[in-house]
């Protein structure tokens, strides 16, 4: 194929896989796409990662032989790497199409890494979600946690990135998930400058502010190693911009912006801020949503809400997810629309998350404590009106999302929420979706949902009732309006524009006099630190 | 004086007198420049207001026979205004130069709007304190305490200020003053269009994602209201340049951007945005200074750190100034600095404040507590660590800030801060200060004192050990710096800037074409809700 009749827009996977012939995928995320776990028995077991990311990044590398570095999170993740002489271990072990590579750091740089900085500092930070009159406090711990554990399991990953680089003559691809991994292509770059590095944001990106909230030399950091590389990618326009505008005002890097072509020059080179929501892989989803298991399991569903309507949500136990709330505007919708009173079921399916963290085991006991107070005051003969579930059980969430009526998604802020796109094209009932403003599939989704403020319970309570009031076809045609938007996007796709601006950013490269006047589109005096 | 020869830069209050002779001074803030009160013997006292605006006002309003209109605080106050007659007191009482005219809500609706609203939902809202995931929870209450209360009590003022320009022939100039009457302009505007209108906001003004957590019609209101306004005024180019972002993402009304003359255009009319610093009296600040009640509360302090060097802080109990990470910093500073154990004292100088608002006494208890841990880990023979002190005593606050070495100002977020400013004038010792690079002040002061991150303790306890340990040339240079800036702005400056972008407005007016094109500077790809 000449490169000068390549179309992203339309490629297949097959023919992606023609076009990445003389390169070398290297995937890097903290979780990756398979876990080792001994059973009862004693054996092994594989088991294959859900998330987003493994499920549109799969697809692509089928027979690409590329690599996926993650790391270690059980023993058993270390056994097998040790076992497969290599250090590689095939996916689908069956009959591997890529590899996976596991880094083992040491138990406590494990946790600075993961618990102190990343789930803690940077993923309240992302979010909003700092109590900033009180928390965080960041002291000598958190000093030491980002050098002795957030720096060092950066370090970690580029060392593995960098040594599978060095063993190949086919040009490196390397492709850096979330907020994990901010420090890495930095490390990279300074022994694999030929290298094309794409980093992808999973979460919010705040605005400068809140992102001075951070030390300088942390923030420093970050920057210095998202400006390492060739293209940094986030899910929307929004999260894009504020990237953009942190680099303008931040006092912590010197660079000259290029707003029109979206890009920032920092220490000779030249980076492309992209935005590109990830998706579904509708196959899969589909493929899923047609096993039996799932079939009985929203038979069950149904059996437990008595035939009643279904109002459903399907979350992680995270803050950021704003489930008490949802609950509050549960309780204020029962309250003063008293005419549902036993007419409905708020199915809350929830998976345990983050255990080890205090803030969210206290999360998961308040949400406890919302579902049993609001059975306790209204619950009558046979009616349940909350019926909570934490168990980590992704086909139950399947079937509960074929079935709701109206499914309530108000995170306060959510990178993208994929429940409310794998609803909108599971459902089958013509359910109303109520999104979060504040998620970055609202960005795509306006219009065809019912907008939620995450923070104001009495306007969602009303929502709900205005959800369960609608006429059938005005249902039915934000459902469908819902469906089609989200089958537009695939997580293939998302895949794809990323390695078209990673082929963009290697022109530009390639450029004898890059372009890197300073065409500032903020004003000068908004220069503010 | 010819209009054209006005020089507002270097006005006397004498050639302002002149100039306002045929015009109609009104301001407007919820706490006025003077209070009453029965004292023990059953007589009723005035107590005039010490505050940041009505210095600055108070000076510029001698003689110009304006009107100040606030909520009445007290019973007496109430009684005052009736007596009076014509519902209107001399200010001072014994010398009338202008005029306090009260309004007087019944209590429910002041405790709405100003507990409820003010300064649960706006004062939190401006400085970042959200704790997202949990707080605030927008309910019915909320939403009745913004109809019944806040939306009213800006009702009665625009009433109360309508009635005054009714009642004149001279050309109305209103000052409304901070996130209290957001509202109030609109109301005014719907029954005096030819008034000139100033707002000016002593907060701090968030980015469009913090600002977007309220619910939609509020912040419509909030817009719709400032929008109202000939010109609004901020304390810092980065408040103003976060307003006018909000104008730029907001759905809430439709507006035009100029950003090149910083205007937004808004219901065929044209808005100034505007940054001001208020300042200090530096003439009334020497003269209390030189009090001898200070001479003697300096010397008590003196006595009380036994000669040892002196840490200072002056603040009300308000979590936004970020009094417990002081402390924490300090501890962190005796920890780990043990040299300068038993040489330092800790005077934290406070004043009780809203008090009736749980999360204030809360945030008070935390203060005692981690005073109390502090001196029970360090304390030593005749050494007190901390001395802190909880007390509505002024006079206390001008001694220490004559007498400090180091002097830390830390706030989370703050509009100004004006300990700030009055440290660098008043103290006598080369005192450092140590000064929140998230406090309006620092905009001016940056050089001239040591930036401090309010979240990083460790990062904060360094400094104080910086601080301390500096040469006494280089803290003399830095002491000398920081006067001289504040030096140069004076309060009443920050007045005359208001009144000069008032009458720039009134020309814009009487223009035939306004030039409302929009010249955005924002690339559009930026809008983004």
């Known amino acids: 194929m000449e490169p000068e009749k390549l179309d992203f827009d339309d490629m297949t996977p097959r023919q992606l896989r023609r076009y990445l012939q003389d390169k070398f995928v290297i995937v890097a995320s903290n979780r990756g796409p398979l876990e080792f776990r001994r059973d009862n028995s004693g054996e092994i077991r594989a088991r294959r990662g859900a998330g987003g990311v493994v499920t549109a990044m799969s697809t692509a590398l089928l027979a690409t032989d590329a690599v996926w570095i993650s790391a270690a999170r059980?023993?058993?993740d270390s056994e097998m790497?040790?076992?497969?002489?290599?250090?590689?271990?095939?996916?689908?072990?069956?009959?591997?199409?890529?590899?996976?590579r596991f880094i083992r750091p040491d138990p406590e740089p494990f946790r600075l890494y993961y618990d102190v900085i990343s789930n803690t500092l940077l993923w309240f930070m992302q979010h909003y979600m700092f109590n900033v009159p009180e928390s965080p406090v960041i002291d000598r711990e958190t000093n030491r946690a980002w050098d002795e554990g957030y720096r060092a399991v950066n370090r970690l990953f580029a060392e593995e990135i960098v040594s599978e680089i060095e063993q190949t003559d086919r040009q490196p691809l390397v492709f850096l998930q979330d907020y994990h991994l901010f420090l890495c292509a930095r490390y990279i770059r300074e022994r694999a400058p030929h290298a094309l590095i794409h980093h992808f944001t999973h979460s919010p990106w705040v605005q400068p502010d809140?992102?001075?909230?951070?030390?300088?030399?942390?923030?420093?950091?970050?920057?210095q190693g998202l400006l390492s590389c060739d293209v940094v990618g986030f899910h929307t326009p929004r999260y894009a911009a504020n990237f953009l505008q942190c680099c303008h005002e931040g006092d912590a890097v010197r660079v000259s912006l290029n707003m029109k072509k979206r890009s920032v020059g920092y220490g000779g080179r030249e980076v492309l801020v992209r935005h590109y929501p990830i998706s579904i892989d509708h196959?899969?989803?589909k493929k899923t949503a047609s096993r039996p298991e799932v079939e009985e399991k929203r038979r069950r569903l149904r059996e437990r809400a008595g035939g009643r309507i279904l109002l459903v949500r399907v979350d992680r136990i995270e803050p950021s997810k704003n489930i008490v709330r949802g609950m509050e505007a549960y309780r204020l919708f029962l309250r003063h629309f008293p005419h549902w009173r036993g007419k409905v079921t708020f199915a809350v399916l929830l998976y345990p998350s983050r255990e080890g963290i205090p803030a969210y085991r206290r999360y998961r006991e308040s949400v406890e404590e919302s579902a049993r107070r609001i059975n306790e005051e209204f619950a009558s003969d046979g009616w349940e009106p909350v019926y909570l579930e934490v168990e980590d059980d992704y086909l139950r969430s399947v079937a509960a999302l074929t079935e709701y009526d109206a499914l309530m998604v108000n995170p306060v802020f959510d990178g993208m929420n994929?429940?409310?796109?794998?609803?909108?094209?599971?459902?089958r009932r013509d359910g109303v979706i109520l999104l979060s403003v504040n998620a970055?599939?609202?960005?795509?989704?306006?219009?065809?949902v019912l907008p939620v403020n995450p923070l104001d319970v009495w306007d969602t309570a009303q929502l709900i009732n205005h959800a369960l009031s609608m006429p059938a076809e005005r249902r039915r045609a934000m459902a469908l309006r819902a469906r089609e938007i989200v089958m537009q996007n695939t997580s293939f796709k998302w895949l794809l524009r990323q390695i078209q601006n990673l082929r963009r950013a290697e022109r530009i490269k390639k450029e004898e006099t890059p372009h890197l006047e300073s065409t500032l589109k903020f004003p000068s005096w908004m220069k503010q630190i």
Do not use: C
Not at 418 to 427: D, H, Q, R, S
Not at 442 to 448: C, I
């Open 74 to 76: 059980t023993p058993e």
């Open 283 to 285: 196959e899969a989803l």
């Open 210 to 223: 809140y992102f001075h909230l951070l030390p300088t030399r942390m923030r420093r950091e970050i920057m």
């Open 81 to 100: 790497a040790r076992a497969s002489g290599n250090g590689k271990v095939g996916m689908p072990p069956e009959d591997p199409q890529y590899w996976v």
């Open 440 to 448: 970055g599939a609202y960005a795509e989704m306006r219009g065809a």
């Open 418 to 427: 994929l429940v409310a796109k794998e609803g909108a094209v599971l459902n």
